[in-house]
């Protein structure tokens, strides 16, 4: 991504670690909409643009273990969400072979 001397590249915050890093070394996920009752399921958003509310997280499983202890996703997302699969869509992802165990 080329950008301007005078233009640092976007930063955002870790949900897990809370360190502030530049887009390009986080992974975004997204909360999907869920039929009423259901807790939304938050998904691995390859592209970084879909729509919607978005979280970010190191490609590191310690950073997803303690977004996972202690609720960071559900305060990113504001409001109770479904974490369940978040762990394997990172393995099965295009993450994988950056994704640091």
Known sequence: MLTHPSHPPPERTCVGCHQVA??????R???ES????VAPRVR???TGSAPGRGSWLHRDA???DL?????GFARSFRGAVDTGSIARDLENSDFTRTWNR
């Open 22 to 27: 530049a887009r390009d070394q986080l992974v």
């Open 29 to 31: 996920l997204v909360r």
């Open 34 to 37: 869920a039929p009423d009752g």
């Open 44 to 46: 691995v958003d390859p």
């Open 62 to 64: 310690s950073c997803l």
């Open 67 to 71: 977004a996972l202890r202690r609720g």
